[in-house]
């Protein structure tokens, strides 16, 4: 009940300190409500979601701006960030020439899973959208059974492009090889085949690792091969050394006696050989004369 004011002395001190408690308690009411609001903008933004629903090529054809073949030119793990040139345009002309992407992801830490899915060299699809009232940018790459979703942030300069995470679900979409995505993305542009329909019994997953490929050891292999061959004709100048120098090769020669026996008869028949053919030749440029 508020209290009924100029009805004496302690009525009006009564009615005063009313007053001044209603005026603290507003202003305390409107400190809280702007902070809460200062609270709530200073909030990052919320993450992109999984892309769940269901979603056929068909679809993610129609809603990309921007349609283009790629190369991975370079992955670096310990930044981490991949960089992926353009290789050909499939639907729309992109300007896009060059794209290097910051790899560090978001809340799902799905970086060492695609790190295990690129490779300098590696092909992929790129299915660019313009996000509505926004500058930003969002790109679907697809790589052998494995889509990943990159935001741009454009800027004065250039744009910033960053991986947030493997989208699991989209292999219902499309699982098969990136040539197989190229091919029935070209047909469905150009009319002439429907894209697959999607898949609802495919399970979300990363898709296949790439497959690292053995260094080869030609080099190796290599050194052997000639130094077989070398060994007839070093022979002979070993076998010369040896009669002006008898007691140098003394032992070696009594150790791979056999060794040397044949490797001198290669040479013999190495050098008959050559001179047979270096003679007929002579012969027949005597007789041509």
């Known amino acids: 009940m508020e209290p009924r004011a100029f009805?004496?002395?302690?009525?009006?001190?009564?009615?005063?300190?009313?007053?001044?408690?209603?005026?603290?308690?507003?202003?305390?009411?409107?400190?809280?409500?702007?902070?809460?609001?200062l609270a709530l903008a200073c909030l990052p933004a919320p993450a992109q979601a999984f892309i769940e629903k269901l979603t056929s090529l068909s679809d993610v054809i129609a809603q990309s701006d921007f349609i283009?073949?790629?190369?991975?030119?370079?992955?670096?793990?310990a930044k981490?960030?991949?960089?992926?040139?353009?290789?050909q345009d499939l639907k729309g002309k992109t300007d896009l020439r060059r794209m290097p992407i910051n790899l560090t992801g978001d809340k799902e830490k799905h970086t060492p899973q695609l790190l295990k899915r690129l490779a300098p060299g590696l092909p992929v699809v790129v299915f660019?959208?313009?996000?509505p009232d926004s500058n930003k940018k969002q790109v679907l790459v697809y790589s052998?059974?494995?889509?990943?979703?990159?935001?741009?942030?454009?800027?004065?300069q250039a744009i910033r492009w960053a991986f947030t995470h493997i989208e699991i679900y989209l292999r219902r979409t499309f699982a098969g090889a990136t040539a197989e995505l190229q091919l029935a993305v070209s047909d469905a542009?150009?009319?002439?085949?429907?894209?697959?329909?999607?898949?609802?019994?495919?399970?979300?997953?990363?898709g296949p690792e790439v497959e690292v490929q053995p260094k080869p050891q030609?080099?190796?292999?290599?050194?052997?091969?000639?130094?077989v061959i070398a060994l007839p004709f070093l022979m002979p100048i070993a076998a010369?050394?040896?009669?002006?120098?008898?007691?140098?090769?003394?032992?070696?020669?009594?150790?791979?006696?056999?060794?040397?026996?044949?490797?001198?008869?290669?040479?013999?028949?190495?050098?008959?050989?050559?001179?047979?053919?270096?003679?007929?030749?002579?012969?027949?440029a005597g007789t041509g004369g």
Request: overall charge positive; charged content about 20%; glycine content about 12%.
């Open 7 to 37: 009805e004496g002395f302690t009525d009006v001190i009564g009615f005063n300190a009313w007053s001044r408690g209603r005026e603290m308690e507003r202003r305390r009411g409107l400190s809280v409500g702007i902070g809460l609001v």
């Open 144 to 156: 052998n059974g494995c889509w990943f979703q990159v935001l741009g942030h454009p800027d004065e």
């Open 128 to 131: 660019l959208t313009d996000l």
């Open 68 to 77: 283009f073949l790629a190369k991975v030119e370079s992955v670096d793990p």
């Open 218 to 227: 030609g080099s190796r292999g290599h050194g052997v091969l000639v130094g």
């Open 240 to 284: 010369l050394f040896h009669l002006l120098f008898p007691g140098i090769l003394r032992d070696q020669v009594r150790q791979y006696r056999i060794a040397v026996s044949v490797l001198l008869s290669e040479s013999t028949l190495i050098f008959g050989h050559w001179a047979m053919c270096r003679w007929g030749l002579m012969i027949s």
């Open 80 to 87: 981490p960030a991949a960089v992926l040139t353009f290789q």
């Open 189 to 206: 542009l150009a009319g002439k085949k429907k894209p697959p329909p999607a898949n609802p019994k495919e399970p979300p997953g990363f």
